[in-house]
């Protein structure tokens, strides 16, 4: 009986104790439920009312951040120190609404003062001047995990939660715009003539369009006018073309910048410059020329000489900031079209081979080895590709005198009394020079000797020449 007693004074207790944790997490829940539409009762006030911002002149923003002036001038919006050609209207115009038309909730809590929220000195003070008077927006800190910041209005004892208004914080610099070039044509980008320059090059490359290109040209019409006419490498420069005619900044660090400010920005005496002509779809000729720094931590300072700002970039973003001999011209200086040649002189060590080709316009019909053996087309066109195909890998300008010929290869052609001669010459260890009619910038892998060597033997033989590389 005793037991039983006590038993039934467990279950009693047990029950209690769960019926007060359910109460509790009832009151609990009812609590959060309240707050919760507390929450949602708040309602956004406009800090300014219509009355206020009838007349509106001018906005003054000043603060940590920095200062600017914003103007209302005929339904525009503009930036008095700015001129309106390098101004970002849309930006203007964003921050203009924002200011005008700022929203915020009312925080309780004001009889304590201002100061918990910044507002005793504030961060940034916003002026409205409209027609018949002034009033001030005063921003302090912003709140703890949110976005927002604690604003409050002159002569007005409350203080709000804002969203919107730290957008409004900003330096006079932001609202310059940060289109360092900006071109439109019809068609594809190919400018008439590109000069690169600067300290990062030992002499300007020269790149251009020949008078005897067609009308309409092509980025693969362009050539390498300060080193032989060599064609373009295309292939590389592609994306550059893209970065002469749009290229963005990420800040603008400096406006209508001082000699002084160039030299501080290492835009006096540039790392690299890039000067081009191109056509507007008017047929009018156009010319931009375009500066930048050495990169530093991964960005460079750029110049439009059109334009009087200073911009920052990342370096990455500028294609042809170090652009080099080797980048531009192509990897293939001397590509003769097999129909056009009417015979091919090879000579290496004491030897001297002549192929002689009798050919149509789209056919090789026969190829004799020094006038008397008749050869395999096939296998001869495939000798031709190795013989074409000696890569320039690697640009130099220190070029031996005295370098001996390894590889001496003529192209005579049909209809022109000039020939093509590339000659590879003794080079460094696995390099050999390579010479295109006389004139030597690269080197490339002296294994391409040999494997044209034993392709001799190979195409003598009556057997299948092996590819270059």
């Not at 192509?330 to 009417?342: D, E, K, M, Q, S």
């Amino acid at each position: 009986m005793k037991r039983s007693i006590v038993t039934l004074c467990c279950i009693l207790s047990a029950v209690l104790i769960l019926a007060g944790a359910v109460f509790f997490l009832m009151g609990d829940t009812k609590e959060t439920a309240t707050e919760t539409t507390m929450q949602k009762e708040r309602e956004l006030i406009r800090l300014l009312d219509e009355s206020q911002i009838a007349g509106i002149e001018t906005i003054e923003v000043s603060g940590s951040q920095g200062s600017y002036q914003l103007s209302l001038n005929r339904g525009n919006v503009e930036v008095p120190g700015i001129e309106s050609l390098y101004a970002d209207a849309a930006l203007a115009k964003r921050i203009f609404n924002t200011i005008v038309n700022v929203e915020g909730y009312e925080i309780s809590g004001t009889d304590q003062g201002f100061e918990q929220y910044g507002l005793d000195d504030p961060d940034t003070v916003i002026q409205v001047k409209v027609t018949d008077g002034e009033y001030r927006i005063y921003v302090g800190t912003q709140a703890p995990g949110s976005y927002g910041r604690y604003v409050s209005v002159e002569n007005q004892n409350r203080v709000y939660l804002a969203y919107g208004i730290s957008d409004a914080r900003k330096d006079l610099l932001d609202f310059v715009d940060k289109t360092v070039v900006d071109i439109s044509v019809s068609g594809d980008f190919v400018p008439s003539s590109i000069v690169l320059g600067g300290r990062v090059r030992q002499e300007n490359i020269v790149l251009g369009i020949p008078e005897t290109a067609e009308k309409e040209a092509s980025i693969r019409d362009l050539k390498v006018l300060s080193k032989n006419n060599y064609d373009a490498n295309y292939e590389n420069i592609s994306d550059g073309m893209a970065d002469l005619m749009q290229l963005d900044a990420d800040v603008v660090v400096c406006y209508e910048p001082s000699e002084a400010d160039l030299a501080e920005f290492g835009l006096l005496d540039p790392y690299s410059t890039v000067t081009y002509c191109w056509k507007e779809t008017d047929g009018a000729l156009q010319e931009c020329m375009l500066s930048a720094s050495e990169p530093a931590d991964g960005y460079v300072y750029l110049y439009n000489k059109e334009k009087p700002v200073v911009y920052k970039a990342a370096a990455d973003a500028v294609s042809w900031l170090k652009w080099q001999y080797a980048d531009v011209i192509t990897r293939f200086l001397l590509l003769p079209n097999i129909y056009t040649v009417a015979a091919v002189e090879v000579s290496y060590a004491d030897q001297c081979h002549t192929y002689t080709l009798e050919s149509s316009e789209r056919t090789i019909e026969k190829v004799l080895l020094d006038e008397t053996q008749e050869l395999d087309v096939e296998q001869f066109k495939a000798f031709y590709q190795c013989l074409i195909g000696i890569p320039a890998e690697e640009y130099t300008e220190l070029v031996p005198e005295d370098a001996a010929p390894k590889l001496i290869i003529r192209f005579i052609y049909k209809d022109r009394q000039d020939t093509d001669t590339v000659e590879l010459l003794e080079g460094p260890p696995l390099q050999v020079y390579l010479r295109i009619n006389g004139a030597s910038h690269f080197l490339t892998k002296s294994k391409h000797v040999q494997t044209i060597l034993d392709n001799i033997g190979r195409l003598h033989a009556g057997q299948q020449p092996v590819p270059l590389y």
